[in-house]
């Protein structure tokens, strides 16, 4: 990249598409399809191991820092759901690689001489020490680099005391084999990058691997790809606990509607065991049937009943009628009177 093109690629990624003007705006959005999510979220694998000995070439999608730039400045008001796209594209992509490495691994077992199970605990001793003090040393220089002495010296004496240890499960491994196979580089497969490293590989050779593009690359893969399912699953849960309330709600809502229809059948049982002298249209002719009349007070609590067809009020009616015909004509009697006595009035 030439100078200029630096200069222009730094500008874009701080001013976003809007740098040279409407005029010269993209005319590709970041919320088109043909955009990487991924990379508008800085975990596409095509970018993070680009020049790196698994480069995987152009991404299919377009990377566009200005694009990014807008992205980061129109997302912290809104939610677009990227890492879904994102979560989609890193789940194959580390599926892939840990089929790679189950692959690697089988032919490393098919092609190496084997060893007993006790000298491979032992070779494996060694291997995972050396891939401490590798990290480890590659923690050290990076603290290092960042300034922070203290914290890399203090590293660098818990290295020299893994060093030590590496060294006594080096001739213990040493002493339960021939030194011919000794001899021979010793492979395991890297779980997090699928790389190679050997038994027989020094400090600065891991040191490099554990603090080398590729390695890093991966942890932030596989790091990123764990904390959109983390937030996917936190997405599930929500719309779960939503559906479960409005499901509760519903069902709260149903029951209040039951208890409802039950108190107005109630109180309609009332009504019709005390016939309304209610004279209003559409009545009259009920009441006529009916052969009674009711105290006008009771007019406004028969209205709430109004909903329910006459026909229907009937209906029951006529069962619950031969249980309290007699009652009734006692009281419609007694009513009668009263009513003679208040038009006396
Ligand atoms: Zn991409
Ligand atoms: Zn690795």
Redesign the pocket.
């Known amino acids: 990249m030439s100078a200029h093109d630096q200069i222009r690629a730094m500008l874009d990624q701080l001013m976003g598409t809007s740098r040279n003007g409407e005029e010269e705006k993209l005319s590709i959005k970041f919320d088109d399809p043909r955009v990487c999510k991924s990379f508008l979220l800085g975990c596409c694998p095509h970018e993070i191991l680009a020049s790196t000995r698994m480069d995987l070439g152009d991404c299919v999608k377009m990377h566009n820092l200005a694009l990014k730039a807008d992205y980061e400045i129109a997302s912290p008001g809104k939610d677009y759901f990227y890492d879904l796209d994102a979560l989609e594209q890193l789940s194959i992509f580390v599926a892939e690689a840990d089929r790679k490495t189950e692959q690697a691994r089988k032919r490393l077992a098919e092609t190496q001489e084997e060893l007993s199970t006790e000298v491979s605990g032992k070779a494996d001793k060694v291997h995972e020490l050396g891939e401490k003090i590798g990290e480890a040393l590659a923690r050290a220089e990076q603290l290092g680099a960042e300034g922070l002495v203290d914290e890399s010296m203090k590293l660098m004496e818990e290295i020299d005391a893994l060093r030590k240890q590496k060294s006594e499960a080096e001739s213990d491994y040493r002493s339960s084999i021939p030194a011919a196979t000794y001899q021979q580089q010793k492979l395991r497969v890297?779980d997090?990058?699928c790389?190679y490293l050997g038994i027989h590989d020094n400090d600065r050779r891991l040191a490099d691997?554990?603090g080398g593009k590729?390695?890093l690359g991966?942890i932030k893969i596989r790091e990123t790809l764990k904390e959109f399912q983390e937030i996917a699953e936190e997405r599930r849960r929500k719309r779960r606990d939503h559906m479960r309330l409005a499901r509760l709600d519903e069902e709260e809502k149903t029951r209040r509607r039951e208890r409802e229809l039950r108190d107005k059948e109630r109180s309609e049982r009332k009504r019709s065991n005390s016939p309304s002298r209610d004279k209003s249209a559409g009545r009259d002719d009920r009441d006529r049937r009916r052969g009674s009349d009711h105290d006008r007070k009771k007019r406004s609590r028969r209205s709430k009943s109004r909903s329910r067809s006459p026909r229907d009020r009937d209906h029951k009616r006529s069962h619950k009628d031969k249980k309290r015909s007699r009652s009734k004509e006692r009281r419609d009697r007694s009513r009668s009177k009263e009513r003679r006595s208040k038009h006396s009035d």
Do not use: E, G, I
Request: neutral net charge.
């Open positions: 890297c997090v990058c790389a691997h554990f590729l390695h991966f």
